[in-house]
């Protein structure tokens, strides 16, 4: 300003001197004293400020050394401006991450802003919203500040730099003085302004003194800041620098300063709340397209808590669901939906009037040709193709598990304009999920949370009948492929028929995966041999004898429902299928193949007996069975379970009892007994089918709700040296 106003009075002077006095000249004269008048003022005020550093008045303690990790309050007063902030800050160099509360006295708003330096990217969340900002080099930013190392990567600033106090700032011991009533240590240095012309900053801190008795040695009290500073502005929490510079003074007090590190959560986005603009480009983990799980569902919002079972099977294009009290499978193969509650089965068409409904347009799709509906790829329902713009938001304890978390806004229900917040999260690499066969798996989903984007930032209000919070917790998920027939669908049919036949020299360890991949496989063979659909091959158990292995199996008639109309034919009638399941064994061509190994095993020719009154067996000797053993001497033994009744028999004949078990070839169905059977059986060893699950807890509406679910200023106050105090 001086500078400036003696130029324009020395050209006043030359003008005047020429004697070309005019009425610009003049206008010259008043711009010169206006300015000259601002220097006065200027002086007037103090603002000539210069940093000096008086000799030491006493000898120096040792520097205080500052922990890298803690939390402090501060009350920031930008003296030359004439307003207070406050702010919490938590600072975590070891962890490289950083977060600023505070709230503005000049808008009276709180604000968050979250740095993860790792994931080069910081949160900023004003009330309700959120939104990610990159962390890029030689920008400057409001927040703690940034280094880049020589490969690009991203660092908090080191608590030296971070405070710029430090021996390497040359501080000089200016004694003790009183600050809040606490004996303090002064220490002061200068350090060169960003605006160079031998300008420097004066900063002044003052820390307990060590004889003053404290949680925490050497505890920052107060720093004061002054000099003069480039003039800027603030444009997307980026300070621009502009033409001119200020005088400026800071004084920061610091207050319940504790060392140590913070808290995990306070480092994480709140929950429900969708930032906009990730920086991080992170795939969401792979989950294959056959899965089993437990899931326990949380409604925030009604206080209420059920649980669910299912099964996920896009291959097989199956889905198997249970509750407490209903259970059911949707099987999109065939395009039968089959309910099942204590007592009943419904079946119903899977036709595409489904997809008016949320729940199943989430979970079907129509197929490429339009006639029919598909199950969806699992990578859809979590949300993991292209079509959905997931974002990765961080890490994230959940259930006491480390995970990932994704975030995805989408639009449910779009005639409503339902926007829903969806909340992914996945076991950390580092943790080891073992499935139900003792296998490790990786990665796996533990929590999926959506929310209704109403209810986000407001959960003390009073919600709207659309508002929704929902919670699913993930429990025993297991990537390998589901065992079948959780659910016994047998009711849904007008008859059935047991069948038992023998497999020769087939493994004896069939336990976990393997039993559930055999039990598949099996079925797939008397499927084949019978000449109808597997939907109607039911209820397949394994049991050890001698050298080979006994196969019991269910075939079921055809749908009580007759209004249905299938994808595909369902095959043969009951008669038929059991003459040629026994005609396929007779002959030789019976053949189980284990898919893992390639190896495949023969029906024992004659060994097929069945309940089935119509049938006439075509062997003309029993099938030379080994005795079992019994479930104390061998573990891979299926326990002694009761076989289930077909939906045909009549009250008498429903007892498990009255069933028979395992026959001889040449005996009737209605003589056979443990006490007739040549091979001397009992009943409990030959007995062995599952039982259907017939559980108790969550209402239909819970499932549908389920599915529709799975688609569903930091402060100018950094200490020190700053690009553009203000």
């Not at 080191?158 to 003085?177: I, P, S, W």
């Not at 900063?203 to 000099?227: K, M, N, Q, S």
């Not at 299926?638 to 045909?648: E, R, T």
Request: net charge neutral; with cysteine.
């Amino acid at each position: 300003t001086t500078m400036l106003s003696f130029l324009l009075l020395f050209a006043l002077f030359i003008e005047v001197a020429r004697g070309h006095m005019t009425t610009a000249h003049c206008r010259t004269t008043m711009l010169s004293f206006l300015l000259l008048f601002a220097l006065f003022i200027e002086v007037a005020r103090g603002h000539n400020f210069s940093c000096t550093v008086p000799a030491p008045s006493a000898a120096a303690p040792p520097l205080p050394n500052i922990a890298n990790q803690f939390t402090t309050r501060v009350e920031a007063n930008i003296e030359n401006k004439g307003y207070t902030l406050s702010t919490v800050e938590y600072y975590d160099e070891p962890n490289n991450r950083g977060r600023l509360d505070f709230s503005d006295s000049r808008d009276g708003l709180p604000n968050t802003r979250i740095y993860t330096y790792t994931d080069k990217q910081w949160f900023d969340i004003n009330g309700t919203k959120c939104t990610a900002h990159r962390l890029v080099a030689n920008v400057s930013f409001r927040g703690f500040p940034v280094t880049f190392d020589t490969h690009g990567n991203a660092h908090i600033r080191g608590v030296a730099d971070l405070l710029q106090f430090g021996k390497k700032f040359n501080e000089t011991y200016l004694g003790r003085e009183e600050v809040r009533g606490i004996t303090a240590d002064h220490w002061r240095t200068c350090m060169p302004s960003d605006l160079g012309r031998n300008m420097s900053w004066q900063l002044d801190w003052y820390f307990t003194a060590a004889d003053w008795r404290t949680t925490i040695e050497g505890t920052p009290l107060r720093l004061v800041v002054e000099g003069f500073a480039q003039n800027g502005s603030i444009a997307n929490n980026v300070t621009q620098t502009t033409a001119g510079i200020h005088y400026f003074k800071h004084s920061y007090e610091f207050v319940f300063f504790t060392a140590g590190p913070p808290d995990n959560e306070l480092f994480q986005i709140p929950r429900g709340m969708f930032c906009d603009g990730s920086q991080v480009a992170k795939n969401v983990p792979p989950v294959p397209n056959q899965y089993s799980a437990r899931l326990q569902i949380v409604d925030a919002l009604n206080n209420t808590i059920s649980h669910f079972n299912e099964i996920y099977d896009s291959v097989n294009q199956q889905f198997w669901y249970s509750s407490p009290v209903f259970s059911g499978i949707q099987d999109f193969r065939i395009g039968v939906g089959f309910a099942m509650s204590p007592g009943t089965c419904n079946t119903y068409s899977l036709s595409s009037s489904l997809l008016q409904y949320p729940g199943e347009s989430n979970l079907a799709q129509v197929t490429p040709d339009k006639q029919h509906l598909q199950l969806r790829p699992v990578k859809d329902l979590f949300g993991i193709s292209n079509q959905f713009n997931v974002s990765y938001v961080g890490t994230r304890i959940v259930n006491d598990i480390p995970c990932e978390v994704f975030q995805e806004q989408r639009m449910d229900s779009p005639q409503l304009g339902n926007i829903t917040i969806v909340e992914l999260s996945f076991a950390q690499k580092s943790f080891t999920y073992f499935n139900r066969s003792n296998s490790p798996e990786y990665q796996v989903p533990v929590r999926f949370e959506q929310y209704s984007k109403d209810i986000v930032g407001r959960l003390l209000d009073p919600p709207s009948p659309s508002s929704f919070h929902q919670i699913f917790n993930i429990y025993e998920f297991d990537m390998t492929p589901p065992p079948l027939h959780n659910v016994d669908i047998g009711k849904c049919f007008d008859s059935s028929a047991n069948v038992w036949f023998r497999l020769d020299g087939a493994p004896k360890d069939i336990t976990g995966q393997n039993r559930n991949s055999f039990v598949r496989e099996c079925t797939d063979a008397v499927s084949k041999a019978a000449q109808v659909d597997r939907s109607r091959v039911t209820r397949v158990q394994l049991i050890p004898s001698g050298n080979g292995i006994l196969v019991q199996a269910t075939i079921q008639g055809f749908l009580n429902n007759t209004n249905i109309t299938t994808y595909i034919p369902l095959g043969a009638t009951l008669d038929t299928a059991v003459t040629n399941l026994n005609q396929t064994i007779n002959s030789g061509q019976l053949q189980v193949v284990r898919r893992a190994t390639q190896t495949s095993y023969s029906g024992v020719q004659g060994s097929l007996s069945t309940d089935l009154p119509s049938f006439q067996s075509c062997s003309s000797s029993s099938p030379s069975l080994s005795p079992l053993p019994s479930s104390s001497s061998s573990s891979s033994s299926p326990p002694s379970l009761p076989l289930l009744p077909s939906s045909s028999s009549s009250p008498s004949s429903s007892s498990p009892s009255s069933l028979p078990l395992l026959p001889s070839s040449s005996s009737s169905p209605s003589a056979a007994s443990p006490s007739s059977s040549s091979s001397g059986y009992t009943g409990g060893e030959m007995a062995a089918v599952a039982i259907a699950m017939l559980i108790v807890g969550l209402a239909i509406g819970s499932f549908v709700v389920f599915l529709v679910m799975r688609r569903r200023a930091t402060l100018e106050v950094s200490y020190g040296k700053h690009n553009n105090p203000v």
